[in-house]
């Protein structure tokens, strides 16, 4: 399955990364690679993660830590 990033999540990994950065550069880095990685299990595992209420798709999922 391939994995598509919407403008809005992009929007808000930037914006998770900036808060996080603030702070601590590095630990934003770890943050954001821990997020993309997730994109990795989708691609490979395509139903795990729950379905995304605001669609009713199946191909459409959420994951949420």
């Known amino acids: 399955m391939r994995v598509l990033w919407t403008e ?10 900036e808060y996080i950065a603030f702070n601590s550069p590095t630990y934003a ?14 691609a490979e ?12 798709a199946e191909d459409i999922r959420e994951l949420i830590e």
């Open 45 to 56: 595992h395509n139903l795990s993660g729950r379905k995304v209420p605001e669609y009713d």
């Open 29 to 42: 880095r770890h943050m954001i690679d821990r997020i993309t990685r997730r994109t990795e299990q989708i």
């Open 8 to 17: 809005n999540a992009t929007d808000h990994l930037a914006n998770i990364y």
